[in-house]
């Protein structure tokens, strides 16, 4: 009796105290407030820091998939008799080594520069065929970006280039292997330009020089001042702005490379990431919740906005440098980058972009699933899980005055590639950031796990109470007082009346 009741007693005060612990802690926030602190002193851009090997030497695998359009009707299509019809060869698949070099920290250690350079090794159990075989044919990029440099040329000046590019043999079509149109080939056009430019390159590809190079300096914020800066440009090239575009908005350099983000991310956020290719920085919106390799992740993609015109989002109007030649939605013409080379960029089959210019090629089909450009994310570390980067090159094709060459050409916006940059973590990766979720979630929950426990023990004491009240022992017999009749003797009258006590059953 005794040991039921120290039990319920002690199970009481103790899980009255839980309750009470559990219950303060967690609305203090005082455990998860403690991890979160843990956290964002762990994800930053510091030497011993838990991050900072993975960052300059990503060991998740990546890969760059090239897909060719090859034009199968260049006669009639350059005869302006038919629209152009391609058909997608690839993917021709690489494997992307991206490890940072001349890393060095500046500005007193609160940022850190970096050079990333990109070694790409042909994966051909990944690839449909063989880059050194497989041909296509496409517009002569070599002769349409000589005659875009030239266009703003008097009549008597192009002429004559236009009678010297004819006599070299110089058409508007051409067909390469992919090796050599992605890695490089001698124009001969090229080749006649050097001997008056001596600056001029003579060769020519869509990649060329790419392979071992690097996008120039970055130097970023470490994010030990403040976990929202962790990852975030801080200057390229030496610049906080670009100088290619009208606004001072549109020359922003805005958020990261894309390949890391502050951690605690929330749906609400827009993620702006810096890419060269494009010239520009993009943002991302909050899609839906996804989970990889049992980690959970927010999936964030450009919106259609994005590479809207300025007409539908005043933001963009700064990427229009030539005015009354302004493209429409979901294209972005990068001339001004490319050495004046007329190339355009689009999501892939010009996804999200204007139907015309889907309607303007035969062959082309943009499918969400195939040509969608996100990030998926997990929001406690930043971490990226899994990312598709998926662009397209094009180039615009022009009537240009003196030039024969381009006398049938209606602006038309040619796709030349589509390449997609993908990633996904790597099983050991996956498995360190489960451990540290659960050890984040488990450390978060304490408040609750004491709540829970304080509820549990007292209601055990609850039922310990109830317990000992029902099984109490109670008296099953009573007593009754009766007098007894005096006997008249002896003794009796010595000890006088007395009154005894008989026990009287109750039933």
Not at 60 to 69: A, D, I, L, Q
Request: charged share 20%; proline share 6%.
């Amino acid at each position: 009796m005794r040991k039921e009741s120290c039990c319920m007693f002690t199970s009481g005060v103790i899980g009255a105290v839980l309750l009470i612990m559990g219950t303060g802690l967690f609305v203090s926030g005082l455990f998860q407030t403690l991890i979160h602190n843990k956290l964002k002193g762990e994800i930053t851009l510091t030497e011993g820091s838990k991050i900072f090997g993975t960052w300059k030497n990503p060991p998740p695998p990546v890969y760059m998939e090239f897909f060719m359009f090859n034009l199968t009707n260049p006669e009639e299509f350059l005869k302006g008799e038919a629209k152009p019809h391609v058909t997608t060869m690839g993917p021709y698949t690489y494997r992307e080594f991206r490890p940072k070099h001349n890393v060095s920290f500046v500005h007193n250690g609160t940022k850190v520069a970096a050079y990333t350079a990109k070694i790409f090794v042909f994966e051909p159990e990944k690839s449909v065929g063989d880059p050194n075989v497989d041909l296509v044919t496409t517009v002569n990029i070599p002769a349409v970006a000589v005659i875009n440099r030239l266009k703003s040329l008097s009549f008597w000046v192009s002429t004559p280039i236009s009678i010297y590019m004819g006599s070299i043999g110089t058409k508007m079509s051409m067909t390469h292997t992919v090796q050599e149109l992605l890695w490089g080939f001698k124009d001969p056009l090229l080749t006649r330009l050097k001997t008056t430019k001596p600056e001029t390159d003579e060769y020519f590809g869509l990649m060329l020089h790419k392979n071992g190079s690097d996008d120039g300096e970055f130097v970023y914020h470490t994010g030990e001042q403040n976990y929202l800066d962790f990852g975030r440009i801080y200057t390229w090239k030496g610049e906080k702005m670009v100088s290619f575009w009208k606004t001072n908005q549109s020359n922003m350099i805005n958020g990261t490379d894309g390949s890391s983000f502050h951690p605690f991310l929330t749906k609400e956020e827009r993620l702006n990431v810096f890419t060269p290719d494009h010239c520009r920085s993009i943002h991302m919106r909050f899609e839906k919740e996804v989970e990889l390799k049992g980690i959970p992740a927010y999936r964030f993609t450009p919106p259609r906005d994005t590479l809207a015109s300025g007409k539908n989002n005043p933001e963009n109007e700064g990427f229009c440098v030539t005015p009354n030649k302004c493209l429409d939605d979901g294209v972005l013409d990068v001339s001004v980058c490319r050495n004046g080379a007329p190339v355009v960029i689009s999501f892939p089959h010009f996804y999200l972009a204007d139907e015309k210019y889907v309607q303007a090629i035969d062959g082309i089909s943009p499918v969400h699933e195939h040509h969608q450009t996100f990030l998926d994310l997990n929001p406690t570390m930043g971490v990226p899980v899994r990312a598709m980067k998926r662009t397209q090159f094009n180039i615009q094709l022009e009537r240009v005055s003196g030039f024969p060459l381009t006398r049938n050409l209606n602006n038309t916006i040619f796709p030349i590639l589509f390449l997609n940059e993908s990633v996904v973590i790597d099983d050991a990766s996956a498995a360190r950031i489960q451990k540290l979720l659960l050890i984040v979630t488990l450390v978060s929950h304490i408040p609750l796990i004491l709540v829970s426990l304080g509820v549990i023990l007292v209601l055990v004491s609850i039922i310990l109470a109830i317990r000992f009240y029902q099984n109490k022992p109670s008296a099953k017999k009573d007593t009754s007082f009766a007098p007894v009749a005096a006997k008249v003797d002896d003794q009796d009258e010595k000890n006088g009346t007395y009154i005894g006590m008989t026990p009287v059953d109750k039933s």
